[in-house]
């Protein structure tokens, strides 16, 4: 059975800074192209970071210097650091395992960026 388990959202300032966690059984994470999407309400999910089994890495524009995604294969997480975080960062944040024929959700954390 597959589980991935998100944690590390909350409540953060703006400019503050937060660190996701995606910790997965059931799958090795070093195999499947990983990814973080968010919603915001009345948004559509938007992906907001990937990286792939041989460590490719890219960002929507809207992170880029601001996030960083990271993957350790021994403790079978993949993590979503977030900094300088700002309002429109809000959403729920999701972790999302796939490759070419399958397709794995955690349940989200929600991240809220309000002073």
């Known amino acids: 059975q597959v589980q991935l388990v998100e944690s590390g959202g909350g409540l953060v300032q703006p400019g503050g800074s937060l660190r996701l966690s995606c910790a997965a059984s059931?799958?090795?994470?070093?195999?499947?192209?990983m990814g973080w999407y968010r919603q915001a309400p009345g948004k559509q999910r938007e992906l907001v970071a990937t990286i792939l089994p041989f460590g490719e890495i890219t960002y929507v524009d809207s992170v880029k210097g601001r996030f960083t995604i990271s993957r350790d294969n021994a403790e079978n997480t993949v993590y979503l650091q977030m900094n300088s975080l700002k309002p429109e960062d809000t959403a729920v944040y999701s972790c999302?395992?796939?490759?070419?024929?399958?397709?794995?959700w955690g349940q989200g954390t929600q991240v809220t960026v309000s002073s």
């Open positions: 999302n395992a796939r490759t070419y024929v399958e397709d794995y």
């Open positions: 059931g799958i090795a994470v070093r195999l499947y192209n």
